[in-house]
């Protein structure tokens, strides 16, 4: 059974998921309008797969015998600037998510819930994954620069890096 600190803060989560899945599905609307579309194929991808931790989350919380709350969601932006601003918002969140996940498994070693605890070390090492993409996709941006040849290839390239990893259990 969940303590009541334990549900709200998986609650907490689950609106960071859904939220982070809209914020990478604006980013796939931004850059399929701009004609890329390895980008805005990547950004779909990433949108699908921030659902479905949102959707482990919901399921676990019900499990335990919590209430999964399903609420408002901000409004995501609907411009990025340029490709290197997109990716460097995105890995600003893919940091701020780490830190909420970090907070939660605190959270869970303080209650004693060691189910819990063994439950979020799917979402640790999703965020070191995570984390690194970006980082590396960043990378691969810095280096192309202004080049506008370089960005047609990038947009080629990004579509090997579509992480369509087994849809994570449910
Ligand atoms: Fe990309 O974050 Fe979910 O967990």
């Not at 600190?5 to 701009?34: D, F, G, P, R």
């Not at 340029?82 to 998510?97: A, G, P, R």
């Not at 984390?131 to 996709?137: K, Q, T, V």
């Amino acid at each position: 059974m969940l303590s009541k600190k334990i549900e709200e803060a998986l609650n907490k989560q689950v609106t960071i998921e859904a939220e982070s899945s809209q914020v990478y599905l604006a980013m796939a609307s931004w850059a399929e309008n701009l004609g890329f579309e390895g980008v805005s194929q990547f950004m779909y991808a990433h949108s699908d797969e921030e659902r479905e931790h949102m959707l482990k989350l919901i399921k676990f919380i019900n499990e335990r015998g919590g209430h999964a709350k399903v609420s408002q969601l901000a409004a995501p932006p609907t411009e990025f600037g340029s490709f290197k601003d997109m990716f460097q918002t995105l890995f600003d969140h893919e940091v701020m998510v780490s830190k909420s996940i970090n907070d939660l498994v605190d959270i869970s070693l303080q209650e004693k819930d060691y189910a819990t605890h063994n439950f979020l070390q799917w979402y640790v090492s999703e965020q070191i994954e995570e984390e690194a993409l970006a980082r590396n996709i960043l990378d691969k941006i810095n280096l192309i620069g202004d080049d506008k040849s370089g960005f047609y290839l990038f947009d080629n390239d990004i579509k090997q890096l579509i992480v369509n990893p087994e849809p994570p259990q449910i």
